[in-house]
């Protein structure tokens, strides 16, 4: 924001940072087992687990025995800020705390680009949808690197947009924020690529020399190539287990992916079930709540998902050659104004592009796309004429998105288990089943791990593969049962049709032999009221030898 912004501008700012920060904060100071329930996930302890041993001189690994590379660099190394305090509670308080921080910073970051780059109203609008909306906040506290990636590429982004106002742009800072997003999390390499064309483009154009154009190269490729390198070597893999294994998952164990040699048709199916399913949490991000909620599974208009999905594809297409075309007669000040607008009006086509074959692109993994929806809304908004009707729309429009995020605070408190998964039975009926049923020296397995082991402090060893690569490697060679048996793992313990998913898929046992390798030790039910599957059960199993 700068200088000559009036005294009451710079209030409302203020103000909209004290409640984002307040809201942030009630999750912090919530008991345990509330925040778990709606915001933070299982996979969050995963990257704790990794720091603890990690900087304990053991190596990267989950439980001290097995390596792993299925973690984010900078992230994991943030998590260790936290665990100076040692009481598991307060180091989980100590990340959210954190995540927050991390998470308002890129709000800040947001901020001041739209500022720049579009409306004023507009980027006060944006502020206040990314300060206040339940699914923005959930984001930045869901324990994983995704505040950290939000933060990071707003940050170089905002800075490859602002350099068309500098007089002397600082095009290696915009690549050295580039490197740094990508260590944040390894898929941002699409920007990286993105970037590296856009100043081939300059340079073609005669904008900027050949040596520009080699450092930018140098900064992102030292970054880049050592990090796969490093990845090959150590670990015989060119990228995080982590990807890999849900990769596995998502095509052999799902059931969705369509099999060889399937149609069309089933092609089809497929596409459109992924984004029916996704569309909802999509729309929130926005602040369209109630859409979302009529359009989730099981709401009243849960049919028209797939058009939807078909609609918003087609009005993202639109929204993005408008930018596109009209990006070069931008104007500010009286002085011309070219903007890199056809690059980051890329990034949502690379971003849905990446994710398409796999059916699971979580908000957080397109987080990049979707925040550049705003920023080409910007830019957009800048080539309409001033006027009324474009006041009244986008007054219209933000009081629409303000009155959903409402709605969103209502769902998210009065839904325990909105989105459909089991935390909290995972954290209280899981560690009391450890306390009470299992030995306190038995080798436990689990696929949804973190918390057990986080919380426990008990040998916990990963089975889905995501944060154990000898496991990833069993699931790939379809041995899991052994890998079981090999590994000295006296009990499983997870949810019952996790179990006999990932068993059924990669155990490399047929399902009749079952009871030759595990004995069932006990069948929990998990709390209805948290559930959409009212018959979910914790299962334990006793491996056999």
Known sequence: MDAVAPMSTRRLVAILFVLGALVRGVFVVLPLEDTICRVLTDDAFYN?????????????????????????????????????????????????????????????????????????????????????????????????????????????????LREA???????????????????????????????????????????????????TAAILLSTVVPYFAWNRAVYDLWTPASGLALGEHLRHASGLYPAVGAGWQDWISYFGHGLGQFLPEYLSFFGAHGLASLLRPGGAFSGLALFGSVTLVIALIGWLVLSVFRSGVLQRGGEGLTTPASIVALIPLAYFAAYLLRLGPKTRYLLPALVSIWWLGGLALRVWPEGSMRRRIGRVLCGFALANCLWGWVELATVPDLHGWTRRANLTRGLSILKESVPDSARIGAFNSGVYAFFSKRPVVNLDGLINNDAYFAIRDRRLVEFIVEDDIDYVLDLADQIQLYLAAFGGLPLERFFERFEIVGEFPLEARVLRKANQRLLLLRVKR
Do not use: K
């Open 48 to 160: 704790l687990q990794v720091a603890e041993h990690f900087f304990a001189g053991e190596g990267a690994t989950f439980d001290g025995r097995h390596p792993t590379n299925g973690y984010h660099p900078l992230w994991m190394i943030l998590c260790w800020v936290p665990l100076q305090l040692e009481d598991p509670v307060a180091v989980t308080r100590a990340l959210l705390a954190i995540a927050s921080l991390v998470d308002l910073l890129g709000a800040w970051l947001l901020f001041r680009t739209l500022w720049v780059v579009s409306t004023r109203s507009f980027a006060l609008s944006v502020l206040a949808l990314w300060l206040l909306n339940p699914t923005t906040v959930g984001l930045a506290l869901n324990g994983l690197d995704t505040p950290l990636v939000f933060c990071l590429t707003t940050a170089a982004v905002g800075a490859l």
């Open 165 to 215: 106002h500098e007089e002397r742009p600082r095009r290696l800072r915009t690549a050295a924020l580039f490197a740094a997003a990508f260590l944040a999390r390894v898929d941002v390499l699409i920007l990286a690529v993105l970037l590296g064309g856009y100043r081939l483009l300059e340079c073609w154009r005669g904008r900027i020399p050949w040596t520009t154009v080699g450092a």
